[in-house]
């Protein structure tokens, strides 16, 4: 049992606890509150003076998968041989020993979505994991997998494979080979019927089309990387032929077409926002898009895209953003609840609460102040990361 207490709570979903406790038994919050007695024996860390919050997620990120310090040998996330790669997996490509996963944790980021680039039009499957820091499987370290297949319009596979002089080598051909892999995927589904009803005739499976198939059956979301706005609607205008959930990834001119992303209720995950205007797609890339989505309505997360901006710093492009006119609540809710929302593990992350699991950080000051530390990173239920001198 443990007892966390005297802290400043800021619980997401239900409001700041002055002063409040938290407990902590078996890996999940059992209780939290002004008025909740420390049982005998518990461990008790005590708070005072700290500011309590929920482990922040990594909406978006290739950390495992793409090592920070490493050249080509830990570069993993991009297939660059076909661009059509549903049936790879970033599961398959994680090290749990990478550095980025232990920078998160001292970071306060406890939970990530980790994914294939974005150089193919569809890049292979997501995976939604913790950040024990380090001496944990990858297996250990799983959530949700798969939480949604990585597709990309735009500049990135025009560049791979316009350069090898294969198609798709325009925009008209990223949106043509996306069309073509989710009619395959439906032709594949009625096969799929079809041999349901005759389970003893053999069946040829198909691992790209397996991973397609899940998308066209909602069981998980089409993220589609997509900077320009021509390219967000390119992305919606796909997604409603074939009656799919997307994401919008990046969004980088979402603020454009805020109010159709809106009315269509998509979610989105924007950023990395603390990057220079590298190519043309980021040539309008401004710290109002979070502000603007939010006046809008449009549901988003915060990301860095590990390692483009090292994961640690996600709060500061938080602070960013409220800077330039994003309220504090809604931008807490960006790097927590929202991202877990759309990685589809709201039910166990993203806010503290009985029952969910106990990944809780203690910072010096309030996370989106730039002089705050982390003091304390515990996930489900375990100390993964204390401050020197703490």
């Known amino acids: 049992m443990l007892a966390i207490t005297n802290g400043k709570i800021y619980t997401i979903t239900q409001g700041i606890l002055e002063r409040g406790t938290i407990l902590v038994e078996g890996g999940k919050i059992t209780a939290l509150g002004h008025a909740v007695p420390t049982p005998a024996g518990a461990t008790v860390i005590d708070a005072a003076g700290n500011y309590v919050f929920p482990g922040f997620i990594e909406a978006h990120g290739h950390a495992g998968v793409m090592e920070d310090g490493f050249g080509w040998e830990g570069r993993d996330g991009n297939e660059l041989t076909d661009p059509v790669t549903a ?4 599961i398959d490509a994680i090290n749990p020993e990478e550095q980025g996963l232990r920078d998160a944790v001292e970071g306060g980021i406890t939970t990530l979505w980790s994914t ?6 569809i890049g292979g499957d997501g995976v939604t994991i913790k950040a024990h820091g380090r001496g944990r499987t990858v297996d250990e370290m799983v959530i949700k997998y798969p939480s949604g297949l990585k597709a990309a319009m735009g500049e990135n596979p025009k560049r791979v494979y316009g350069n090898q002089k294969k198609m798709p080598s325009t925009r008209m051909g990223v949106a043509g080979i996306m069309r073509e892999a989710l009619t395959k995927g439906q032709n594949y589904l009625q096969k799929l019927n079809k041999a349901a009803a005759d389970p ?3 069946f040829e499976r198909d691992l790209r089309m397996e991973s397609i198939a899940r998308v066209l059956k909602r069981e998980i979301p089409l993220r589609v990387h997509a900077h320009r706005a021509d390219d967000i609607m390119t992305a919606i205008r796909i997604a409603e032929e074939f009656d799919i959930e997307i994401t919008i990834e990046h969004c980088t001119e979402g603020h454009k077409v805020a109010d159709e992303l809106a009315r269509r ?4 995950v924007v950023g990395p926002s603390l990057t220079a205007r ?4 980021l040539r309008d890339r401004t710290l109002l898009t979070p502000a603007l989505l939010a006046k809008a309505g449009v549901q988003f997360a915060i990301m860095t895209d590990h390692p483009v901006i090292p994961i640690q710093y996600l709060p500061f492009a938080t ?3 409220v800077r330039e006119g994003l309220d504090e609540e809604t931008a807490l809710r960006a790097i927590t609840i929202n991202p877990a929302t759309i990685a589809g593990v709201a039910d166990r992350v993203g806010s503290l609460e009985a029952g969910k699991d106990a990944d809780i950080v203690l910072w010096s000051g309030h996370p989106l ?5 982390v003091l304390l ?4 239920g375990q100390v993964v990361y204390r401050r020197e001198g703490e």
Request: a positive charge; charged letters at 25%.
């Open 87 to 90: 049936h790879v997996r970033a």
């Open 116 to 121: 294939p680039g974005s150089g193919n039009v």
């Open 200 to 202: 003893d005739k053999p």
């Open 265 to 268: 209720g998509i979610r989105v």
């Open 278 to 281: 590298s190519k043309v797609e």
């Open 319 to 321: 602070a960013l953003a």
């Open 369 to 373: 102040e730039l002089m705050s530390r």
């Open 377 to 380: 990173t515990i996930v489900d």
